[in-house]
């Protein structure tokens, strides 16, 4: 399984990005998806995930109203919108593939055996 994250960069405080992860290398039926980021001297946290068959989310309560995570069967790709960031939202934000998503909580923070390489996501003014 290969995890390709995209569309990182540099926004104000208020803009949007949109956060791309290609998955590719097995059928991702099973699969729960999600967004974790981890910010310098912080623990990676989980900011939403979405279960590939049926598109169940959860959302951390930090990005809840503001993020929306969304598959595209098709293109075999998870997005992440990210409206209204603020600078705490700063981070490296990873894409990664639970491959027994659905025998696992959506709000679980384990199982997570396959990870893309990171994309920064910096809000500054």
């Known amino acids: 399984v290969q995890l390709q994250a995209s569309g990182g960069g540099l926004v104000q405080p208020g803009g949007s990005l949109r956060l791309s992860c290609a998955a590719s290398?097995?059928?991702?039926?099973?699969?729960?998806m999600a967004w974790f980021r981890q910010a310098p001297g912080k623990e990676r946290e989980l900011v939403t995930a979405?279960?590939?068959?049926?598109?169940?989310?959860i959302y951390s309560d930090s990005v809840k109203g503001r993020f929306t995570i969304s598959r595209d069967l098709a293109e075999n790709t998870v997005y992440l919108q990210m409206n209204s960031l603020k600078p705490e939202d700063t981070a490296v934000y990873y894409c990664?593939?639970?491959?027994?998503?659905?025998?696992?909580?959506?709000?679980?923070?384990?199982?997570?055996?396959?990870w893309g390489q990171g994309t920064q996501v910096t809000v500054s003014s």
């Open positions: 990664a593939a639970n491959p027994y998503g659905n025998a696992t909580p959506l709000e679980s923070r384990s199982g997570y055996n396959y």
């Open positions: 290398g097995h059928t991702f039926s099973s699969y729960t």
């Open positions: 979405i279960r590939w068959n049926g598109g169940s989310t």
